[in-house]
């Protein structure tokens, strides 16, 4: 049993004033692995006075000094790769191919974060004022469970590149993985008060985050819902936000497209995570008269994913985080078939030989249309759905026919075509012809997928405030 008994608050780790716990269970098993004790209102608030305190130093810190800590953080994340790996696989059930670049990926980020920093003017005149940079205060970060390693870098890094101190509220689900992390981040020799970490539940200690004076910021990536609670509950104290929502990315394939690589692909990005990402193609978008052929092309490429144990090195397909999101997404197919949509392959229940965990049969829905409930809601979970198109003008309008706005695919051998329609569909990161995300750009959501952008310069600005100094001879 793996017993995680306590929290970081001011350099230090400390018992929790609370007695509540919750069980820490493997997806791959739903068998018990540990514990975690979680923090209440209480720790939240010692954790947002270490904030406030270490905030009044940390603040005046030089741009050479902080660059020193990101690259700190970044070497102990990499210091203990193998073990951040192992955690994500066991209480994530993210795929042993994957695991390894995820904390990668988590480390980059704190150097994606010193990059920007060493780059941004903090001090620069227009005209007769001189224009100042300043961290904005306390940040309260709130994680998802779905990239747990990476969303906490990305915020922290961009909080630290400020001067900015935080208070990391990670999901409860993610204690795991978290209490490694927290440990790099021990081992890295931060100041103490700059980064506190604190487990606990939303209704408890992000709450607390949400609505202490003494928070600047609420920096959060998750559910829609969520996201729309917290800015309710910020607007009395008037704090700034950050909100990475949810999504329904659009996949278009316009017929001159290369069906055999852009069909397949179009599978991988609906089922990128286990099918549990915010930014997943969920919705593929092609010609009326290509459907059969596109049919064809899923269900082979399905065919060829292994879903299994994420301990197993040819594994692509994991399990669902929870049971609870194993039965939201059989409910979500249970719709599909019961609406009229076709299943071409995949459908209720677990694999074959799977059937102790969370594991979903990777799901392909065909003759899907805009009113169906899996074609307009976020389900998170390997469920594609595909709709038909007569031409490019109905394409866009169908794709923008959502209140989501994260991420759009479009494939065809038109770049010019490409790059027009890139223009026209409401979402804040469009993909075209299979490229990857670039993590130095911005990254948010437009309509009901969020507020704000995080990564690279983007991120960091989100983390300060602005100041104008009118005068004569000002010194820069």
Not at 45 to 60: E, G, H, Q, R, Y
Not at 267 to 284: D, E, F, K, P
Not at 351 to 364: A, C, D, I, S
Request: glycine fraction near 8%; charged fraction near 20%.
């Amino acid at each position: 049993m793996r017993n995680i008994e306590k929290i970081y608050i001011d350099g230090k780790f400390v018992t929790p004033r609370s007695i509540d716990h919750l069980d820490l269970i493997n997806p791959s098993t739903r068998e018990v692995f540990g514990r975690v004790t979680l923090g209440n209102e209480e720790d939240a608030k010692l954790a947002i006075a270490a904030a406030k305190a270490a905030f009044a130093t940390f603040s005046k810190t030089s741009v050479e000094e902080r660059s020193v800590m990101l690259q700190r953080l970044n070497d102990a994340i990499l210091d203990r790769i193998d073990e951040l790996a192992e955690a994500n696989i066991l209480e994530y059930g993210a795929p042993r191919m994957a695991s390894t670049g995820r904390v990668r990926l988590a480390a980059a980020n704190l150097m994606d974060s010193k990059e920007a920093l060493e780059q941004f003017d903090f001090v620069h005149m227009i005209g007769k004022a001189k224009v100042v940079s300043e961290p904005v205060g306390v940040i309260g970060i709130i994680t998802p469970w779905n990239a747990s390693y990476s969303q906490i870098t990305a915020k922290l890094g961009a909080a630290i590149a400020a001067g900015c101190t935080v208070v990391i509220k990670p999901s409860e689900l993610s204690a795991l993985q978290t209490q490694l992390l927290t440990e790099c981040f021990h081992a890295a020799d931060i100041p103490p008060g700059v980064i506190n970490v604190v487990n606990g539940l939303g209704t408890t200690v992000g709450a607390e985050l949400t609505r202490n004076p003494d928070v600047a910021m609420i920096n959060f990536t998750g559910s829609t819902r969520v996201g729309k609670e917290i800015r309710r509950a910020t607007v009395d104290s008037m704090k700034r936000v950050t909100l990475e929502l949810g999504g329904k990315s659009p996949n278009i394939v316009l017929d001159d497209a290369d069906f055999a690589k852009a069909i397949p692909a179009a599978v991988r990005s609906c089922y990128m995570n286990n099918g549990q990402a915010c930014v997943a193609g969920t919705r593929l978008f092609v010609p009326a008269h290509r459907l059969e052929e596109v049919k064809k092309l899923a269900r082979e490429t399905v065919e060829s994913m292994k879903v299994g144990l994420p301990t197993e090195a040819d594994t692509i397909l994991g399990p669902l985080v929870t049971e609870k999101q194993y039965n939201q997404v059989q409910r979500y197919i249970l719709s599909g078939i019961q609406e009229g949509a076709e299943l071409v392959i995949g459908g209720e229940g677990h694999p074959q030989g799977l059937e102790e965990g969370n594991f979903v049969r990777p799901t392909v829905f065909a003759n899907v249309t805009e009113e169906m409930t899996i074609a307009k809601e976020e389900i998170f979970g390997p469920v594609l759905s595909i709709l038909t198109f007569k031409n490019e003008e109905e394409a866009v309008a169908m794709a923008n026919n959502t209140d989501y706005g994260l991420g759009a695919y479009i494939s065809t051998a038109n770049l010019e075509k490409a790059n027009e329609l890139a223009s026209r569909i409401q979402a804040g990161v469009v993909l075209i012809n299979g490229a990857g995300f670039e993590m130095k750009a911005p990254f948010g959501g437009f309509k009901h997928s969020g507020i704000g952008r995080e990564y690279g310069i983007y991120g960091l600005e989100d983390c300060l405030e602005t100041k104008t100094i009118t005068g004569f001879d000002l010194p820069m």
